[in-house]
């Protein structure tokens, strides 16, 4: 069973940055992809990035493309690096584990319990 975790929320200022870290437990399969949501105000979930954990490659939503950029580590850990923040971009991003490799959808297996993200203007 593969378990992940988010780290990293907090507070910024418009155009700053910030990484969340997404922490995973279990055995990884090589088809397995981990993905990035956000959920903000009175908002729906929404798609930000998903990333392939053989192929370090990862999809993102246009309206990050560009000022978000996702890696992985050699050891268990995916991070979300934000970039050029807006105030539009406050959210709670959680990740998440698919077993059946990229999706923008939200069928994936597992979910962590979420970072707030604040962008302030």
């Known amino acids: 069973q593969v378990y992940v975790r988010e780290s990293g929320g907090g507070l910024v200022q418009a155009g700053g940055s910030l990484s969340l870290s997404c922490a995973i437990t279990?055995?990884?399969?090589?088809?397995?992809?981990i993905g990035w949501f956000r959920q903000g105000p009175g908002n729906e979930r929404e798609f930000v990035a998903s990333?392939?954990?053989?192929?370090?490659?990862a999809v993102y939503a246009d309206s990050v493309k560009g000022r978000f950029t996702v890696s992985r580590d050699n050891a268990n850990t995916v991070f979300l690096q934000m970039n050029s923040l807006k105030p539009e971009d406050t959210a709670v991003y959680s990740c998440?584990?698919?077993?059946?490799?990229?999706?923008?959808?939200?069928?994936?297996?597992?979910w962590g319990p979420g970072t707030q993200v604040t962008v302030s203007s």
């Open positions: 998440a584990a698919r077993k059946l490799g990229l999706s923008r959808g939200t069928d994936y297996d597992t």
């Open positions: 990333f392939s954990w053989r192929l370090r490659a």
């Open positions: 279990g055995r990884l399969d090589s088809a397995h992809a």
